[in-house]
């Protein structure tokens, strides 16, 4: 392919391999037979306030028997090139995993513990690795990523106030923090907390990221936090830390590296959170589709009446640009890294819960007021894909980068005369 310049650019082949073909249709067939069934179930348990329900560590340790675990995480130290999926290879599986909100935790591919697991992976010693990062692995204990604070523009990370203050082999914290997804889990025996250990330093070596264990003193949830109104049993929780006093070999990588920890944690799952998304959007667009076919207005199906298949067109033409940009964004993490994929992170991040939202709300309002209810998933996809436009940065952020490299770009081509257009001259 190439760019708008016309410079030749390595061309993009997303044509799945035997081995993704295979797992696809493995973690789609555990799907059908092990997760769906258990859809009612599950609400009917979390609706009595047990969490996790009874069956989910049963399903885990069925996913786990039949090699679908970990489908997310890149090659471990000493692995052979090939022994993980690539990024761009897991996109097509967490699509279908993301068709039911929860699923993910069957397979061990539920955030924020694959965020908190690549952290661990890259950046923990070999101490931390065994205590945290282990039993991650393996689905024993759940984690959260405690950095969003209710005081401060938190899609600025740099404003974080929370303080991690040394006295001599421990760390003291203080500070509050809200919307810490899976606090309220059960099996949650730990948070990574992002705060400042050197507020006199350059911005963006201020912050440090450190493993602080749930049940430490001073640890409070105080609040599980509804989204839209809809209650998370694993929790979105607010966080009060209040003195928490941990030993300094617990601090994740060096001081001042918690900035560019976040960035480095923050890059893959966004993806995740977008492949997922796609899954959700072709679940809405199946269901309105079928309802279209099925149900009859003014004496004609709805699929009759033209704007209602300006719906389903628009539905497919959105979904399918919004994959496309996905699975080049998880390409280039995979050939260029987090920090070379940043302009196509950002431009997922923003494109894909707006196409949820819409996609969402057209079904919705195929269905009628039955969309609105408990009887479809509908208005719990529509919640997810509107939460998601604040989760993991707000559009606003996103666009913000995006508009960034568009104004370097031109810089760029200008300084080295290759501007094609100019104005003309009065």
Known sequence: ?????????????????????????????????????????????????????????????EARSEGLWNLFLPALRDEEPGTRLTNLEYAPLAEIMGRVPWASEAFNCSAPDTGNMELLHLFATEAQRQQWLEPLLEGRIRSAF???????????????????VRERAQYVINGR???????????????????????????????SMIIVPITTPGVEVLRNLSVMHHHAPHGHCEVLLRDVRVPIHNLLGDEGQGFMMAQARLGPGRIHHCMRAIGQAE????????????RKAFGRYLHEHGIIEGWIAESRMEIEQARLLVLKAAW???TAGVEGARREVALIKAVVPMM?????DRAMQTFGAMGTGPDTPLA???TEG?????????????????????????????????????????
């Open 386 to 426: 509107r939460a998601l436009r604040i989760a993991d940065g707000p559009d606003e952020v996103h666009k913000r980068t995006i508009a960034r490299f568009e104004v370097t770009a031109a810089s760029e081509r200008r300084r080295a005369g290759r501007s094609r257009h100019k104005a003309p001259q009065s």
């Open 356 to 360: 949820l939202t819409c996609v969402a």
């Open 1 to 61: 392919m190439q760019n708008p310049e016309g410079e030749s650019e390595v061309s993009l082949d997303f044509a799945l391999s035997p081995k993704v073909e295979s797992l696809r249709e493995r973690v789609r067939s555990f799907m059908d037979q092990r997760i769906i069934p258990r859809i009612a179930q599950y609400r009917e348990e979390v609706a009595r306030g047990t969490y996790p329900v009874s069956f989910m560590e049963q399903l885990k340790g």
């Open 177 to 207: 923090k809200w919307y810490i997804t899976n606090a309220a889990h059960p099996h949650c025996k730990f948070l990574i907390v992002m705060g400042k250990t050197a507020p006199s330093a350059e911005r963006h070596r201020q912050q």
């Open 332 to 334: 280039l993490i995979d």
């Open 283 to 294: 679940l809405a667009l199946e269901l309105m589709v079928d309802r279209a076919r099925e």
């Open 146 to 164: 405690a950095m969003t604070e209710p005081d401060v523009a938190s899609s600025d990370a740099t404003n974080i106030q929370t303080t991690i």
């Open 380 to 382: 719990e996809i529509w």
